[in-house]
């Protein structure tokens, strides 16, 4: 006789719930002791989002109601305020009684704790491409009246393409301080590795104290070991308050000097001798690359730092902040033209506009050059703006002089950017405007002069 079959095995319950709230429940991405993060969809935006819900067992005793009372609620009360490219957008928050939850943005990927062992190291020029995006979103966050008081590897978000670090997001905002709240706010929080003297005393804190945790989390990232370690906690706060970090130049081979010096500064014992703003701190440290002080991988493009840099120094983004001039790094087309190249032929149709980031064009009508624009200005923009196709047409050739790079926008990618960034090119292109038409004035009027 043939053997019995064996007994179907029952099917195994999946380990998250099928819903939170509205939310539809796809997988469990993590937990630690008082929280669980879910993947879930929701199905009115149609996106994919994060759910960070409080464990009920948590929520009930004396400590556990102190999280989520005041942890939960620093970060529940962020919901829909911080926007910026690299901090974690907060979209809701729901006190539920027994299991309250926050639901953020989902970034896949993985965290910067994977990149801190000296066998995994990122190449120096990603680390200063971190570094620098880390800094212009804390910057950020300070400007809001915040302070992380948690900057640490495992709270900053790495999105990869393959095994580079494409981009960053800071995260986990539970330890905030918000100094312009009038709220009773928890004071000595944070990851001891990465805390400042000031942070430990419970002194009263500024940015700086973000400034030290940061950099820090830069020299682990560079050596692939902490600043300071020690096995036991007494003995990790006594060399905070007084040792110094061992020369990064020791730990590892091709480290310049001058990163070692800009992040000794920024572990400075004293806030005082740190630099004096976020600001301040990015740009020294992007200037490494810039100045080819860190070599840059020979697959790498420009980096998003340089090109949010050049914008920077753009007249035509004069009046946008750090947020848009980050929306526009990601969203606008960049472009290389060689001498000679062709922007525009006359008699083309189109509807794309250029801004000169770099090098020179000449504009030519009928074969005569009638005019020579150069960095910071735009070309395009009539055909862009025009309000019918017939005004689409380019009535001139425009000539690359100087080797170039433009940043460019169709109708379609505009669209792409926020409402508050389309308001910003609208003043742009009306500045624009108003100076050629002084400039054609001026020509009729005094025709020997500008000539």
Known sequence: MPAPAPPLAAPTAPDHPAWIGRYRVQSRLGEGATSEVFLARDDFRERLVA????????????????????????????????????????????PDPVMPYLVMEYVPGVTLRRFCRA????????????????AMALGYVSRQGLIHRDVKPANILAVMDRDDVVDVKISDFGSVLDTLSDRTQVFRVGSLAYMSPEQLDGSTLDARADLYSLAAVLYHLVAGRPPFDATTQPALMHQIYTAE???????????????????????????????????????????LVANAEVPRA??????????????????????????????????????????????YRKGEQGNTFHIIAQGRI?????????AQLGT???VGEMAYLAPSPDLRTHAADVIVCEAATTV????????????G?????????????????????EAMAHPRRIL
């Open 51 to 94: 759910i960070k819900r409080v464990r009920a067992a948590h929520t009930v005793e004396g400590a556990d109601h102190h999280y989520r009372s005041h942890f939960f609620d620093a970060e529940a009360a962020l919901a829909g305020k911080l926007q910026h490219p690299n901090v974690v957008e907060i979209f809701d928050a729901v």
């Open 362 to 370: 000449d504009v030519y009508r009928d074969g005569t050059r009638v």
């Open 421 to 441: 960034t389309r308001h910003l090119f609208d003043g742009a292109f009306i500045r624009v405007l108003v100076r050629r038409l002084h400039a054609a004035h």
């Open 245 to 287: 970090p061992p020369p990064l130049t020791r730990l590892r081979d091709g480290v310049p000097e001058r990163m070692d010096a800009i992040l000794r500064q920024a572990l400075s014992k004293s806030r005082e001798q740190r630099h004096p703003s976020w600001d301040a701190f990015a740009q020294e440290w992007a200037s």
């Open 298 to 343: 020979q697959a790498q493009d420009v980096l998003d730092s340089e090109r949010f840099n050049l914008l920077r120094s753009l007249e035509f983004f004069a009046e946008f902040g750090d947020v848009e001039l980050w929306e526009v790094v990601h969203r606008a087309r960049w472009q290389r033209h060689a001498f000679g190249a062709a922007i």
């Open 119 to 134: 066998n995994a190291l990122l190449s120096l020029d990603q680390i200063v491409e971190i570094g620098f995006k880390c």
């Open 408 to 419: 460019s926008f169709t109708p379609e990618s505009m669209q792409s950017l926020s409402a």
């Open 376 to 378: 910071g200005t735009s």
